[in-house]
Every structure is written in C-alpha cells, then in structure tokens.
C-alpha cells in the first residue's frame, strides 16, 4: 500500500501541470457548488424568515367570502337550484367565543403560544396628507411570544404600550412618511369618520415594507374602541407552534373543530416557498453538471496517463505487481486529485462566499437588507468534499481498471 | 545438479487471426547455475516460449515447474507473487520507470516483496549497482542515462530479490558492441561467481555460442538441445 501510494506520488509529481489541471477542473465545480448553495440557500433562509415574521403559523378568521349554502337549496333540497352572483352574508368578521378559543388553543401541547387580535384600516393624518394604513389591536406580550417583536423595535418598548391606552407601536417606514417620532402625537380617521389623537410610545422595524410602511400596533381595547365595537370583538387569531412544519395538519384540525378558517403558512406563502425550492433545484443542478463536467476532465486525464504509462505498467506487472496494485496506484492518483481539489474548492468556495456576503445589495424600501444574505452551513462543507471525492473515484475507476486489465506480454512484445 | 526449471509437454495456440500451433511439445529442463541461450529464426517461437516460462503468459497446455513449485494453473496474482520473489527481468529496450532515480527502480521490486527493511532494501541496491559499476548514478533518474547504462540497472533490478532464475528477452539487442561485452560479462560473472541461471532469448550468435549451453529452436520445437 505504501509502495503503490509512493509509485502514485511520484506519478502526480512528475507532471505538475497536468495534475494541477485536473484538480483545478473539481476545486472549480466544488467552489461554485460551494458559493452558489451558501448563497442560495442565505436567500431561502431570509425569505423564509421574512415571511415568518409577516405570517403566523396559523391564522384563524372568520372567511366571509366563503361559498355558504343557498336558502333555496335549504328550502328545496331536492330540486335543482341555480343561484346566480350570490353575495356574502351581511356578517361581521368576528369570531365568537374568541377567547374561549384562544384559551383551547393554548391549551394543545404542540402550540407555542396563541394571540387574538383585530385589525383596522385607519388613515394616517399628516397636516392636510392622509396616508393609508392599518392599526392591529394585539395582546403586545402574547404577539412577542409569536413574533418576537421586542428584537424588532427600533426605539421605545413594548411594555409602554400596556400602560398606556392610547399608545401605538408605529412601523419606522409609517413614522418617517409621517415625520414622526417616538412620544409625538399622530391624529389618525377611522373608517367610519371619527378622529383619535394616539401617542407614538415606539417604534418597529420588520424588514419588509409592506408592513413597516403601513402597520401600527395599539392595545386590543384602543381598536376595539376605534372600530366601536363592544369589548371581546375579535377578528383573528395567530398561532405559533413547537414544530412549524406540522402547521398544515393542525390548521385543519383547528379549521374542523373551531368552523373558522384556518389559514397554515405554507398556504398563505406559497408562491414564496415555490421560489426556495426553484432555487434549490437550480443549485443543485449547476453543481452536479460543474462536478460531472470536472469528472470527464479526470477519466480523460487519468486515461491519458494510463496511455503513456502501458509500458511501466507492464514492468511492473512482470516485476510482479498484481492487477490489483497497479489498479491502487492509478486509483490513489485520481483520489488524490479529488481530495486536494475539493479541498482547495472548499477554500475558494469559502472564500467567494465571504466576499459575496460583503458586496452590497441594496433592498430598496420595500426590503431591509444591504448585503447579500450567505449562509455559513458546514453541512454544505461536507457534501461538498464527499460529492468531489467519490466523482474523482467515480471517474478515475474506469481507467484504473483498465490498467488493472492491461496484459504485459502485449506490450512487451509490440516492442 | 539440481534442475530450476522444468517444462513438460508445452503446447500452445494463438487464435488469431486463424487457429496456429506456435510451441509443439516442448520438454526443456534448465539446470541451476546454468547460463542458457535460446536461438531461432524470427517467428520460431522462442520469444514465446520465454514469456510463458517466465509465467507471464499462462494461456498453454502441458506443465511448468520453476524451483520445484508447480506453476500450470496458478492464479494471476499468485504468479505476480511468485514472479517477483523468483525471476528476475531484463528486456531489450531496459524498460526502467524514467520518474523514478535509478535507486528507486532497483529498489522497487524488492519493497514489493518486502522480505527486508527500506534501510536494508536500499543498501542491498547499492550493493547490486557498485557489482555493476553504476553506483555512482544512483541518485539520477533513469530517464537520463545511457542506454548500456540503463541495461545494466535493469540488471541490477533483476537481481535485487535473489531470484532463481534471469530471463533475458534480447538484452543485448539494443546496445553497441562495446555495451554487449559488458553485458555479455556481467552474465558470465553471475553464473560462474554467483551461480545465477540466466534464461536469454538472443539473435546474437556470438552471444549465443559464448554461453554454456544453446537451446535452438525452430517451427515451435527444439531442434537442437545439448
């Protein structure tokens, strides 16, 4: 074994420039595989996360566009009925009993924690501006136990908001439009044509415009009292879990015992969840063509080698090395191709990695992000070096046997 | 004297391009000790013969029996076993591994029977070089040596495990005049001072009838066998 590995050193030594060809054609496929995946799977991380933070793992409402029976097919069962643009129910979205069903809620081992809440559209006034918006009435400590909204706030704390009854929690893109501040006070219309002065007691930042522009967070009674509603008028309820990914199996457990709406995230982000698994698709197919591409490079340089070296091979095999050992020496050659390749593809891939974690990306407004999101995973590390090794193997077998297969006598006497 | 070598009743075919006898009953018994030549018009065989008594080719009928082990029916790697602990090789065209220094190919097959340490290995290979006079180039690369020179390390390879038996496949075919004596010596000195046997295929007449006993050969049988 040792011999065979020395004859295979002295054989990659011999040829510097071939041998750093071919480790160049795998650290080449296993970089890229290494910077596209970090990258690739940064961005699902971020949109994942991104959409976590936009959407509970459950959302329970009360659907009122939902197809209900028609009276006719009541009154008349059995004939045929036809009901042309059937309108909903004149309904409020409100959940009955809603605490009642938080209380159930939270009482399942598999959740984590389960907020009511009612949300509002409100115009922001600024001077003879209205700006568009929404207040969300939450129960703020229930919606950091979902949301984790006391990493998000960028001044004031959430606690001011239990103390004070009309205090908001503002969006920092809302407050900026708004030229806000926290502890100023913003005048806002109902829908109905009211107007309330509330009090600025912080400020939020999500990272996605679409929220951070628009939404304020107030006590469940300030809304209920800006919709003029009675007390216990709820409208959603969110629920986060131990185990997200069983969100769709309880949402429709939820959906059939509660006969509300049960809305899982994977529902509510698919065409987002759709993007992940394109993007992991296209990694994982970039790469595998970089490594095939990099192991047709190996068997041609290894089947090159063998070529030259038919008339060693035969003085070794008539000195009496065995098929098996000349099929080790051109083996541990193409291994160590594969080995010192990946490795330095490791490095590279590292390397682009962390310059691609430092170019700047700018996110516009509607995003909160400057620089590209790249994920440091090992795991990628280790597919990586064992995909590089075992298409090297793959790739140097077949000449290996070839050269385990090579009959002396031919050789020496084609001499 | 004790017989190393032994065949009984050799016959072999080639297939291609139609069905041909090459070896017709070849019964030949080489003594220890012995340098013998085997001569023949191009195409008698004889370079046949010697590959399968060197057991590379082992596609034949009959029996071969080397240091009193019967070889007819061994496996491959048992032959490659076999072939590097008990016969030594030198080709026409030296056929030394050229990346490798002079002292690495003589050593080479001795690591690969691994009988003594690397220390003991590598002064065993001096050893054999300063017999052939070329220790001086130990530390070159073989690919840069002449080609008498490279015969002579290939000699040296040969000897290096204490084989049983030299087979020599036209080792003076390639070299000048000057190189042939030299080689020519080199064998003589083995049989007589070390009672080496050397089995060598040669067109060289003078080579031939400088040598202990000739074995003639012609149309796949021995014609002449003193």
């Known amino acids: ?415 | 004297m004790e017989n190393v070598l032994a065949t009984h009743n050799v016959n072999k075919y080639f297939y291609e391009p139609e069905k041909f006898q090459v070896l017709k009953e070849i019964d030949l018994i080489v003594r220890r000790g012995e340098f013998l030549s085997l001569v023949g018009k191009s195409g008698c065989g004889k370079s046949t013969l010697m590959y399968i008594l060197s057991t590379m080719d082992s596609d034949y009928e009959g029996e071969l029996e080397i240091a009193g082990e019967r070889l007819t029916g061994k496996g491959q790697d048992a032959l490659a076993r076999f072939r590097n602990q008990h016969i030594g090789f030198v080709f026409q065209f030296h056929y030394l591994l050229p990346e490798f220094t002079v002292l690495q190919n003589v050593m080479i097959p001795a690591l690969k029977l691994r009988k003594y340490s690397r220390g003991e290995i590598e002064s065993r290979a001096i050893e054999k070089l300063k017999v052939l006079g070329i220790e001086e180039y130990a530390k070159k690369l073989s690919g840069k040596l002449s080609g008498g020179q490279q015969q002579r390390v290939a000699i040296a390879r040969a000897l290096i495990n204490d084989p049983d038996i030299i087979m020599g496949d036209e080792p003076t075919g390639n070299l000048d005049s000057y190189n042939t004596h030299l080689v020519f010596d080199i064998f003589r000195e083995l049989t007589h001072t070390y009672r080496q046997t050397i089995i060598a295929v040669t067109h060289d007449v003078e080579f031939a009838r400088n040598s202990d006993r000739v074995v003639e050969m012609s149309d796949g049988k021995i014609i002449r066998h003193p």
């Open chain 1, 1 to 415: 074994m040792y011999l065979t590995f020395e004859i295979a050193k002295t054989h990659l030594l011999a040829k510097p420039k071939q041998t750093i060809v071919a480790m160049m054609g795998v650290t080449f496929g296993i970089g890229m595989f290494i910077a596209l995946i970090s990258l690739m799977t940064g961005l699902n991380d971020f949109t994942e996360s991104l959409t976590m933070t936009s959407s509970p793992d459950i959302h329970i409402f009360n659907d009122v566009t939902q197809t209900r029976p028609t009276i006719l097919s009541e009154v008349n069962p059995h004939g045929i009925n036809l009901v042309y643009h059937q309108k909903p129910k004149n309904e409020t979205p409100k959940l009955r009993n809603a605490s009642e069903i938080v209380q159930l809620i939270r009482q399942d081992p598999r959740v984590l924690g389960a907020a009511p809440m009612l949300a509002s559209q409100v115009f922001y006034n600024y001077g003879p501006v209205q700006l568009n918006g929404n207040i969300l009435g939450v129960e703020i400590m229930e919606e950091d136990k979902l949301f984790d909204l006391r990493s998000k706030m960028k001044s004031g704390r959430i606690e001011e908001l239990l103390t004070n009854h009309s205090g908001i929690i503002m969006g920092t893109g809302l407050a900026r439009k708004l030229n806000a501040r926290l502890g100023d006070r913003v005048v806002i219309t109902t829908p109905q044509g009211y107007t309330l002065t509330l009090k600025i007691v912080g400020t939020f930042q999500m990272g996605l415009g679409a929220i951070d522009n628009v939404r304020s967070y107030a006590n469940i009674s300030t809304a209920q009292s800006i919709l003029q509603k009675a007390p216990g008028y709820i409208t959603d309820i969110n629920v986060k879990l131990k185990d997200l990914h069983q969100a769709r199996f309880i949402a429709g457990e939820l959906q059939k015992s509660f006969r509300y709406k049960a809305e899982d995230w994977e529902t509510a982000n698919s065409t987002f969840l759709t993007g992940n698994k394109i993007r992991n698709i296209i990694t994982y197919s970039v790469s595998i063509t970089l490594l095939v591409v990099a192991g047709f490079g190996i068997y041609n340089i290894l089947n090159m080698t063998i070529h030259n070296k038919m008339k060693d091979i035969a003085i070794l095999k008539a000195t009496g090395f065995s098929g098996n050992d000349v099929r080790q020496i051109f083996m541990i050659q193409s291994l160590v191709i594969g080995l010192v390749g990946s490795l330095a593809g490791l490095l590279i891939g590292f390397g682009l990695s962390v310059l691609i974690s430092r170019a700047s990306f700018p996110g516009g407004d509607f995003i909160s992000l400057d620089h590209f999101p790249v994920q440091f995973n090992p795991r990628f590390y280790l597919i990586g070096i064992v995909f590089g090794v075992s298409t090297t193997a793959i790739a140097g077998y077949m000449p290996s046997r070839k050269a385990a297969g090579v009959d002396p006598i031919e050789i020496l006497r084609g001499q």
